[in-house]
Structures are given as C-alpha cells and as structure tokens.
C-alpha cells in the first residue's frame, strides 16, 4: 500500500451519501484480522451485497459505469468508532483519495497513515463535483499534492486543500511514521550524542 504521491488523475466514484460511518465503511464483523490485508473485499459490505452474499445492483461500487482511484463521498465521512480497519478497507479497495466536504479527524489521520489522502473541499465544490460526475461518469479529477490543489476536470474550478506538512512529506516518499525514523537515524543519533 505504500505508493509515492505527486499528481493523481482519475475518474470517481461517487457516494453521496452523509454521516457515513466506519461501521458502514468496514461492518464490525471483520475485524477480528490483525494484518491489512483482504479488508478491501469488505468495503461496504452490507451494502454492496445482500445477506446471501449476492452484489446489490443498485450500490455505485457494483456499477461498472463508476470507476478509478478517486471516492467522492457526503459531508462527515468516516464518524463513529476510531477503526483503523475502515482506512486500511479503503486503501485495500484500491482508492488512493478519497474527496469530501468534511473528515471525522481520527479517521482522516488513519487514512493518511495507510496512504490515503482525504481531500476537503468546500460544500459548494463537492455538490458541483456531483453535478459533474452524474452528468458524465467520466469525469476526472486531478488531486495534485505537491500544489495541494484539486481540480474539476469538466469545469476547470479548482481549490486549495490543507494537509499536515509531515504527513505531505511522507505521502509525496511512499514513508510511513517507522520509515521517517530510519531515514533520520543518523540525525536523530548526532542529536542524542550532542544533548547527552
């Protein structure tokens, strides 16, 4: 899951839905796995499949019309529980963004942490970015980090999101919290060495 950031350019899924919640995001009942991996299988999964495990037509991720990296999703993605497991099902799903109007903290800092960059927009962005993609599925979106800018395709209207410089940082050099250590080692023994 550890991918470099720069420029992303993508057709979207869009779930405009609000107050999604991790529970909704990853159902409880999965988990009891310790590792990331398999997670993505489960995405939603009350509602992209029945309780007999038939694919719910009428849910956008089994419409073969929406595609890409990018998830467009409603005011107040990712509340409820702290789960970790709902960003590592997002992340395993295989978006690399996902695009709201506003993030529940905890679950914007677990995305960031499995390489997923959750973007906030403005209100008035997203529902224009809606408008867009229900008009042509094929709209595409280009999230550009190092600018920090995210840019409608089909309307050219762009704006500015903010992120954490650390976490750019990591993002934009495939590095987790553990791989920023190791890659500061030395620096971090000078220090030690000078502040005995």
């Not at 800092?109 to 529902?127: C, I, M, T």
Request: glycine content about 6%.
């Amino acid at each position: 899951m550890k991918q470099k950031f720069d420029v992303i350019t993508s057709t979207c899924v869009p779930l405009p839905l609000e107050n999604v919640d991790t529970d909704q995001i990853i159902p409880a009942r999965f988990l009891k796995a310790t590792d990331k991996e398999g997670f993505g299988d489960n995405l939603f999964r009350d509602w992209r499949y029945d309780k007999d495990g038939r694919p719910i037509e009428s849910f956008v991720l089994n419409n073969p019309t929406y595609g890409g990296c990018i998830l467009v999703a409603g005011k107040n993605f990712g509340s409820g529980s702290s789960r970790e497991h709902a960003a590592w099902a997002i992340a395993g799903y295989g978006f690399r963004v996902v695009i709201s109007s506003f993030f529940a903290d905890i679950h914007k800092n677990n995305e960031l942490n499995n390489f997923v960059l959750p973007v906030q927009v403005s209100e008035e962005f997203l529902a224009a970015l809606f408008e867009s993609i229900a008009a042509d599925p094929k709209t595409q979106v280009e999230v550009d980090l190092p600018r920090q800018t995210v840019t409608n395709m089909a309307t050219g209207r762009q704006e500015h999101f903010d992120i954490n410089g650390y976490k750019k940082h990591c993002l934009m050099n495939g590095l987790d919290d553990i791989d920023y250590l190791i890659a500061n080692k030395e620096k971090i023994e000078a220090w030690e060495q000078q502040n005995r």
